[in-house]
Every structure is written in C-alpha cells, then in structure tokens.
C-alpha cells in the first residue's frame, strides 16, 4: 500500500492530490461524496483486526487435521506440526525443518510481533518497547513466510495421495487457505504507518 501523491475517484475519476490526513480522518470526494483514503489510525485498525483473526485462523490451522486417509479401514489423521514431525521421522529433514519456519514459526512470529506492536500502540497508546529491532526482525522476515508454498504442497500430496487411498481435506486445509489469503493482505500493509503512529505519541 504505497502511498502515491495523487489520487483518482473510483467512483467519478476526478484526481485528487493527496493530503497527510489526521487520525480518524477519510477524505472525501467533492463531486460525489465516495471515500477517497483514510487517515493512518483507520487502516492501522483494520491491520490489527487482521492480525487477530490471522491469529485465530492459525490457531484453527494447527489444532485441526489437514487430511484424513483410509487406508484399508485405518482412518489416518494429519495436522500440520503431525505432518512436519512425519517429515522429520523418515529421514527429510532439511524439508522439515524449512516447513517448520517458513510454515510455523514465521508467520506465527510475524502474527505475535505484529500484535503487540499494533496493540500497544492503539489500545495502550504507547511507544512499544523494542521497536525498532521488531521492525528490522518483521522486514527481514516478510520473504520468509511462505504458507501459500507449503499450502500448494499438501494439495498436490493429496491428489497423488487419492490414487492410493480414499482422502479428504479436513477443517485445517480450509484454514491454511484462510491463512494464505490474510497473511498476504497483512504482508502488503505499509509498515512505514506503524513508524508514524509511534512519531505521534509522547514521549
Ligand atoms: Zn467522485
């Protein structure tokens, strides 16, 4: 969400050049009243309600099954961390250890971060304590959370899967989607707006 310096009307394609807005702020179209852009405290607040229900959804993605088997009447259920483990105990580490980061423990680091900053700095009103190294720690991170790559993976294993044995995706493989789709929405968030919303607050 870089922010350009002139804006159109989606509504009536008059330009408008845009102007810092104040907290709360939306900026209106003078021709036909259709909203232009909000202020930074507006869209910091959607973040943080993004970065909650990224939260949930991960939560749901881990504690439910990703696919079910039968396998000759044996049901076989696999949870994300189940399958990472499985990855491990036959001897493809490398690949469970690259899924485990890229898969669990970055996006859930970048959720937590992300939350705290977000909380702090909109329902406590204060400067976060480690901003800065959270900051530099989440940049470096973003090309590092990869769930859509692991998402693709799962999907193929279970196609190829079905040939062999009767599978079905179960309620952690829709999450995942879920989780795909919002951590690329939170991904393309301007950071530099959780920069100037720390500026605004005293000392
Ligand atoms: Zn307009």
């Not at 480690?130 to 799962?154: C, K, N, Q, T, Y």
């Amino acid at each position: 969400m870089q922010a350009s310096k002139f804006i159109v009307c989606e509504h009536c394609d008059v330009v408008y050049q845009r102007a810092d807005l104040a907290r709360k702020q939306t900026a209106l179209c003078v021709r036909c009243g259709a909203e232009l852009y909000r202020g930074p405290t507006m869209q910091l607040q959607t973040m943080l309600a993004l970065v909650v229900t990224s939260l949930v959804v991960f939560v749901i993605a881990n504690v439910y099954p990703l696919v079910a088997m039968d396998m000759h009447g044996v049901e076989n259920h696999s949870t994300l961390l189940g399958a990472i483990g499985a990855a491990w105990n036959t001897g493809v580490g490398s690949i469970a250890v690259l899924a485990a980061l890229t898969v669990f423990l970055f996006p859930l680091t970048q959720i937590l971060l992300l939350g705290y900053l977000l909380g702090s700095l909109l329902i406590l009103h204060r400067k976060p304590f480690g901003f800065i190294d959270i900051m530099h720690a989440l940049r470096l991170m973003r090309p590092w959370s990869m769930v859509e790559v692991f998402l693709i993976g799962a999907l193929v294993a279970v196609v190829k899967i079905a040939g062999m044995a009767e599978v079905h995706a179960e309620p952690g493989l829709y999450a995942l989607g879920v989780l795909t789709f919002l951590l690329t929405v939170v991904n393309a968030f301007d950071l530099r707006l959780l920069w100037d919303a720390r500026e605004r607050l005293p000392e």
